[in-house]
């Protein structure tokens, strides 16, 4: 006689299975901006961990002396500018003149897509070594130069090309350390700049009335050799859990276009182009006003490195800023604060006063645009081993920015009364709208990123 089946509070296991619904996964969507899994410590065994890693940390080290010796000394380009025109190349016009450096911040952002794809493929290391051949070799080459011939190539090329692969390769080694520590990590990276500009424009000067220009310019190539071989020894690439790429290397990949596809980065590389625009105006034009005003040369020099000394705040404080509340917000607010100060204090007031407040406050100011820019990158890059490519696409539409704000601003200021309260002010007018179309064009971007591009002002904490 076959048992009766065991009883359980009246419902037998065939009722229970047959009653309960089956269990269905759920799979949430994985927000936009996060971890990238390639690059997450935390889900990939045998990789070091994100935002804790002592050799991310090191890296930063290193990525400090590479910002120090390459945007450090673009940043300087107005001390040379006003040397020059004095001096070596006196019998050519300012304008003429201004081509060196602005074919100099040109150039730097021209190599970084050239140095960005070799990045992905071989690393900072490699990078590194041929920037310091050529950045310190050209700043020998310019100890020596004669004419206005030399002057351009071995400068405005060679030493120029130099500093656009060691700012590669220390931003983009930082980048592939961090996630959630990101913008700190690289405003901290950053803040080399600006002590390397504050370092460069008070100490340059003097030197060249001390031991003069040829020695001046020997002391800072080897100043800036000894700092590359710190970069060389610290700075490293996080490991990849999957290996490199070894598809062969194509010309094409020196010019990266196709990555402007998305929405997100493109729309990033145009604010930023708009930006970069107007964002280095001031560093050019400040000295040449104070010395049209009747500033003596080393007192028009002081602005820079006031401008310099306060932008080490204004390039560490918005990575930390963005860290916490959203780095297209914190680049949209500091750039509005950059804007407000062209129009209520370098406009609105001409004057020696003026020109120190607006100095000290635009250095804090417009300091995102080392540390945020590259942030801001990696944060719509949708493959991180590909972070090189993606910076390099990105500056390869700012570059041309960078080469034709100064003619521009010459032309403005020459068109300007000379008579006038301020012969300088439809230059400042033109820096102020540029970097108001570079606002819209990050709140785009934004908005672009978060995936409702028809709604810009929708915010959050991005």
Known sequence: MASSPPVSGGISDAEKTSETPP?????????????????????????????KSPRGWLAVVGGFACLFVSFGWITCIGVFQAYYSTHQLRGYSASTVGWIPSAETFMLFLGVPIFGGLFDRLGPTFILVIGTVLHVGGLLGVANCQTYGQFFAAQSIVSAMGTGAIFVAGTTAVGTWFQARRGLALGLVSAGSALGAVIGTAVIPVLFDRIGFPWTMRAVALTYFVLMVVAILTTTRRPQATPPSRTPFRVSQLIPVSLLRPGPVLTLAIACFFYFLGVFIPYNYMVVEAQDAGDSERSANNLLVILSATSTVGRVMPGWLGDRYGRFNTTIAFTFFSVFLVLAVWIAAPWRAGRIAFAALYGFGSGTFVSMVPTLIAQVC??????????????????????????????????????????YVWLKVFCALAMLVGILGFIAARASYQGHARKLWTSGRV
Do not use: C
């Open 23 to 51: 269990v269905i996964p759920v799979h949430h969507a994985e927000p936009r901006g996060s971890v990238d899994p390639v690059l997450d410590g935390q889900a990939q065994d045998g990789l070091p961990p994100l935002d």
């Open 382 to 423: 949708p493959d991180m081993s590909k972070l090189g490519l993606y910076l390099g696409a990105v500056y390869l539409v700012i570059a041309p920015s960078v080469l034709i704000a100064q003619p521009v601003a010459g032309a403005l200021a020459e068109a300007g009364d000379k008579n006038g309260r301020d012969p």
